[in-house]
Each structure stands twice: as C-alpha cells, then as structure tokens.
RNA sequence: GGUGGCGUAGUUCAGUUGGUUAGAAUAUCGGCCUGUCACGCCGAGGGUCGCGAGUUCGAGUCUCGUCGUCACCGCCA
C-alpha cells in the first residue's frame, strides 16, 4: 500500500502518529519559509506543512512541486495551531518528513475545484479531469448509492437480476436502432436494444417470475438535455400481476429510495388518466409542484364578435394567482415567447383581475366587465390575479397552455428543486395516429394490451382504445414506464395486424415470441425507470450528463475518445461494407 | 431536418454607434512573505477576436457562409 490512511480521515485523536498518505496536490500556499500544501483524494483534503523543522530534501522538492501532480507523503500528524472549522481535517496537519513524486502533472487545462473555471466543452474533453471535482464525484456516488439501493429492494421482493443479449435484432417499431455488421453472417445485422422488452418477457414465459436489470439500451435519435443515445433503465417484469400491483410494487420502490437516499417521506402518488392530464395540464407529464390548471373557457367567450375565439375549436386559459401586477413588457415577453416557433401559438390574451374587482383585459373592446367576470369566476381568479387565454387547435393549444404554465411556475418559482411530487399517469391511449406513415403507432409499445373493455373498439375506432399503461411522473419529468402485456399470440397477431404489418413481416420480425406464447405463458406485465433521470432528479439537476461518468455531447460525440469514428478499410472489407457517403 | 444562444489570453468573461496599441479576473512564471486554507504584496509573459468571404477609408463589432458547442421543436414504441 502507498498509504496508511486516506486524506479524509485523520483527526485530533490520530496526533502524534506517523502517516504516510497519497493524493494529488490540490493548491500550494508558499509563505517563503513555511509552506502549505493541501493534499486531496476522493475522500478529502489533509494539509501537509513544511517549514524550518522540515529537511533541505523536502525544502528542495517543493519547488519542482505542481498542481495535480501525485504524491506520497510521509509525516507526523500534528494539531493545526489555527484550525480550519470547513473541512473534516481541519483540526490536524501533517508535518512533512519525507515526499515522494509518484507523477508529475503539466498545467490542467482548467482548475480542480468546486467553482471550476472550466467551460462544458473543456470539461469534456477532459472528463477524468472533471471527474476530480467534488460536485461530479459526488453525483456518480449518488449514482452509485442509488443502483445499490434498487438492488436491495428488488432482491428483497425476490427479483431475479438476469442479463440480457446485448447484440439483437433490429425491429421496425419504435426508436431508429444502432446497428452493428455482423462479420461471420455477410451482409447482416445485429442491432443494440432499445430496451430489453421481448427477453424479458420471454424470462417470464420461461417462469422467473420477477426479473429485473440495471441495463443500458440504446436508442438513435437526437439527443437532449435528458437524453443520451445510450442510457441506463431500471428495467423490471412480474408474472400473475395486474396494473395495480406493478404501481404498488414501484411506488415502494421510489418510496425506499427518497427514504434511503435523501431520508424524506414521499407517499402520496396519485393516479391520473392520461386524458386528465392532457386536459388539465396539457401534457402527459404534469408537474404537479402547483396548481395553476388548464381551463376549458370555450363555451363563455364565444358569441361576442371576437373572430379569433368565434372561430377557435378550443379555448383555455390559466390563473397565474396575484400576477395582475405583470406589467405590459412582461405581457410583451410572455406573448412573444409563447409565439416563439418551438411554441407555436398565434398570440396571447390576458385578463387583469384588479384590486378594485374591475378588469383590464387586451380584449375589453370585445367583451365587457361583465363577461370578463364571468371568465375570471370560470377560472377560479380573485382581485391580483392574472388570466392567460390562448385559443386555436384543441391539442396543439393545450400543449401550448401548458407549457406556458411551465414557464409561470418557473417565473413564480413554484417548481422547487427539494419539493418531489410524483404521480401516475395511467390509461394511456393504446395507439397513436402518425401523420407521417398514415397508420397507427404503438403509443408505448406493440406488446401493450388494451383495456379489456376497450378492445371492441379496437375494429370501429383504434384511436380510442385505453391501455394498461402507465408512467411514473416526478416534478414534470418522465421517470419511468411500462404496460400490462398482451400475453396471447392471437391478441398480439392481431395487434401486429393494426400496426400495419403484413402476417409475414409479423412474423419474421416478432415470430419467436409470439410462438413463445403458444407455450404457456403467464398474464404479466412490467415497467422500466429511466435511472439517469431519476439520480438527475435526485440530485437537483436539469441534465443527466451530469450523473453519468462519460456523456457524449448534443451531438452524439464523445469529444474525449472523439468517437464516433472512421474504421480502416481492411474492417470494411472484413466485413463486406462499402460507404456510400453523402456529399 | 428546423429555431435560437454562444464562440475574444491556458480558463471564465468585458469590449459602447464600426475608429488609436483589444481589457479584467483567474491560472502560469519570477521576486518577497512563519499560520495560510479563494493566503497576501510586487512584477512578467501570454491574443490567427473559431474559420472563410463580403460591405467599408477602417470590422472583435455589420452581412452571408461554414465549423464547433449548448438549449429547444421535429424525432425519441
């Protein structure tokens, strides 16, 4: 061992013994004939003292010392004469017999500190450099503390953890796939999974019962702030289960981790239909931190001789409590931002509830205080209050409505990063009409199965049949999902059959499973949590980069390897591909 | 595929209406300093203003293109 005790654990009581300790030199503090060297390691930073007691060898040596360069210390542990209350070790210090340089290290491209001054790019590409800071350790501790904690609960629920295939086969559902030549089968593919869904359901009809994995799926599509081509799910499935169990057993799960890992109680998880949540919301993923719902104010604005509204299919409005106060450049930026194209809305009209009980609206030649009391005792606004109105297309506005009463809460402050609110979204349509192909999607996925008593619908109107889906929604953020599976081959032919594929292309892409179900197999059903956003969530942060060790960027690149990359042309040929590039 | 932000010293940033030799902080290097812990003080070096074209007497600043990066829309069963 190159040490006897890390740089976090010496205290007042270890005074007097001789240490020898490793670590990287955080900062030198020269005062000419004493100096300081803080000396850090993942578990802390011990201040090391060389002044007139220490020898001309080690007097010397500091000055060919640097930052980040790693040494072994050998010393006296002594109580500091001025302590230093911050730190753990801030009691003692080391008086510095004998230095060691294990390595040398050129100048970092960005210092190794909490308020770094290093940029996201910089910090990229030096990521093992980044990972020497405080904040982004603690966060893959986080990290780790978390897996740990799934996998005790899961073992204690007598949850198998098996591994799965992670070279596959490529499927037309769903998210575009990575695929991966295959050189002992010319001119074939593998694919990376989307997530392990067919094999975990094949472990169910193979009796496991209860399985679960923290696995990586891959997924190519563009990425985001909470998304990664390739991710990390808690990935779960229980045979002889119905919806309600799955939730059950899930909330217990996200109930045990708040608990063990930020020691708080959180019980309440709500159950709300999908179309719920659309409507009073307008998403499928509700922050639920604040109120603030969506209203239906269609019936009591139309009639008046305001065009806009006349001919609107739908018309909502929000109540942003005591905001009469927004002056008109903040009503201006609102209008404006909600016009922005990745909103999409045409305008925005407002309604002031002032103190007097009278109203100031951006529409008063249209209607008159006594309408507009009307629309404020609608909405449920009081004297301060503000009312936001946006019209048009039912969905699209709605949508619209809600992310605007996203940016209110952001505004007012009412989405509180130590507030968690999570909640059940279920019901979830089963399809999905895709303008694009002009057929119906799978919404989750084509092993959902419909709601029993929606499956007559199935023939006259797909569009409407409710499934035995459900996500998991903390603060806004999608956690997890999963479904209720169809786990009848005839169901799932049929299935198949309103997704647009031909009984051959079924098949040959899904064939292996739903004979699987020729042979016994198990009602179940399972669900998946997205671990990056969960340990993101947790640990108060907006983008999951930060939770993982090595993230690639908004384009897909790791700018630290700098992959992708080109492959010589003797692997092409070894593998029978041509590159056919585009200009 | 689209919309927007950013790109200036090793790094983080400022840079006015287009106008003299492009600044600050920090880091680095040198000097001084016996209780610092963001040590302090003095000094020094450090710039292809992402790249290319254009407008102009003159471009870090304006225009177009391009590259990189970030956020978002589309996309993500």
Known sequence: MFRTHTCGELKITDVNNEVTLAGWIQRIRNHGAMTFIDLRDRYGITQLVIDEDSSDTVKKQLTELGREF????????????????????????????????????????????????????????YRYLDLRRN???????????????????????????????????????????FVVPSRMNEGEFYALPQSPQVFKQLLMIAGFDRYYQIVKCFRDEDLRADRQPEFTQIDCEMSFVEQKDILETFQGLTEYLFKEILDI?????????????????????????????INDISDVVKGKGFGVFDSAEFVGAINADECSCYTRKQLDQLTNWVKRPQIGAKGLIYVKCNDDGSFKSSVDKFYSQEDLKIWADTVGAKPHDLILVMSGDREQTLSAL???????????????????????????????????????????????????EDIHLLETDPGKVRANAYDLVINGVEIGGGSVRIFDSELQAKMFGKLGFTKEQAQDQFGFLMNAFKYGAPPHAGIAFGFDRLVSLFAGLDSIRDVIAFPKNNSGRDVMIDSPSQIAQEQLDELSLKLNLKE
């Open 70 to 125: 790693v040494i072994q210390v050998k010393g006296t542990v002594r109580e500091r004469s001025s302590k230093n209350r911050n730190i753990a070790t801030g009691e003692i210090e080391i008086g510095v017999v004998n230095i060691t340089v294990l390595n040398s290290s050129e100048i970092p491209p960005f210092t190794i500190q909490d308020d770094t001054d290093g940029g996201d790019d910089l910090r990229m590409k």
């Open 135 to 177: 904040k982004v350790r603690d966060n893959l501790i986080l990290r780790a503390k978390m897996a740990h904690a799934v996998r005790s609960y899961l073992n204690e629920k007598e949850f198998i953890e098996t591994e799965t295939p992670v070279l596959i086969k490529s499927t037309p559902e769903g998210a575009r796939d």
């Open 265 to 293: 109680e959180v019980t309440e998880f709500p159950w709300m239909p999908y179309s719920e949540a659309m409507e009073k919301y307008g998403s499928d993923k509700p922050d639920i931190r604040f109120d603030m719902l």
């Open 402 to 452: 809600g992310e605007l009463r996203l940016e209110m809460g952001n505004q007012l402050k009412l989405r509180k990063k130590n507030i968690f609110k999570p909640l059940w979204v279920v019901d979830f349509p089963l399809l999905e009409w895709n303008e694009e192909t002009e057929r119906f999607h799978a919404m989750h996925h084509p092993f959902t199965a419909p709601k029993p």
